[in-house]
């Protein structure tokens, strides 16, 4: 061991401990409030209210890490920097106030619209199946697929770039993998998506459906070695592969296997934000997000209202 790792191991190693005790203390039976009541009461418990509390804050936010990732820092220390994300957090809630972005996941289908001096209008305008989406903070990006004359195209959208002007949901969907790269080797079918394609109006309160499609890989060669990845939105094509890369798949999945790797506590802990800190920095933007959203929608709907006019 290196000295200069043993101050950062020992911490480590204090943070599993505690860890370790929370979860054995948890296990635990904890006495009931109500019999606790009756002893220190004589038995009287008429006048008692007990109050069950089923989580902390957290529970209040747990969705919004998967609406809104970009405002969850990297987790790595090496690029963790307080001021610098709590100013990106105020710049992207102020590019917010400007342009609506939705919700949306890898998977759904998405209509972007660019300035662009060079166009006839002044703007340019993309329709495309998100096939991926990563970065966080002012760095956030996804990706847009789509077939334009039998030729696929994917265009790559810095969320908070301020040259954006509007972003919309045709569809909104998800897929059985967090990344769509695949669908490159696949046929044109599965990525061609009309440019007048209109917009799905469905329930808010009702729960993001999830495509369960799987596509079909066209004959080798890729563009990745697809059968390294992990896919389930893909059919079995085991029978392109050759007989020494079925034998090399076998040893790649023996000495690569994750399953262990849930009861590393140390790699969980390295690869994700704390609970508490997803609590703090959403309880910090959530009002404001809520705010913002409420008044985009309600000046859309003012815009989209056409006053008639009296015919002679």
Not at 53 to 74: C, H, T
Not at 297 to 303: F, L, P, T
């Amino acid at each position: 061991m290196w000295p200069a790792n043993r101050v950062a191991n020992r911490q480590l190693l204090a943070f599993s401990r505690s860890i370790w005790k929370s979860s054995t203390q948890s296990c635990l039976p904890n006495p009931s409030p109500q019999k606790d009541e009756e002893d220190r009461n004589g038995g009287d418990v008429k006048n008692v209210t007990v109050q069950k509390v089923s989580g902390g804050q957290g529970d209040n936010f747990a969705p919004f890490r998967f609406v809104y990732p970009e405002f969850l820092p990297d987790p790595r220390i090496d690029w963790r920097n307080r001021i610098r994300e709590k100013l990106e957090r105020v710049d992207m809630l102020k590019r917010r106030s400007v342009v609506e972005i939705p919700e949306f996941y890898v998977g759904s289908i998405m209509k972007v619209s660019v300035s662009d001096l060079n166009a006839p209008g002044k703007a340019n305008t993309f329709v495309g199946i998100c096939t991926e989406r990563g970065g966080c903070g002012l760095r956030a990006n996804f990706v847009l697929r789509n077939v334009i004359d039998g030729q696929g195209v994917e265009i790559s959208y810095e969320m908070y770039n301020p040259t954006i002007q509007s972003i919309s949901v045709l569809r909104l969907e998800k897929r059985l993998d967090e990344n769509l790269r695949y669908l490159r080797d696949c046929p044109i079918e599965y990525s061609a998506f009309p440019f007048d394609m209109p917009q799905e109006i469905r329930n808010p309160d009702d729960p993001v459906p999830v495509n369960t499609m799987k596509v079909k890989l066209k004959p080798k060669p890729w563009c990745a070695k697809w059968q390294l990845w992990d896919l389930k939105g893909v059919e079995d094509f085991s029978d392109q592969l050759e007989e020494w890369q079925l034998k090399k798949l076998k040893t790649y999945n023996r000495i690569n296997n994750t399953e262990h790797e849930k009861y590393d506590l140390m790699k969980i802990y390295r690869k994700t934000i704390p609970a508490e800190e997803q609590s703090e920095i959403f309880g910090e933007v959530h009002h404001q997000l809520a705010k913002l959203t409420q008044v985009l929608r309600s000046q859309k709907r003012k815009r989209q209202f056409a006053k008639p006019q009296k015919q002679a």
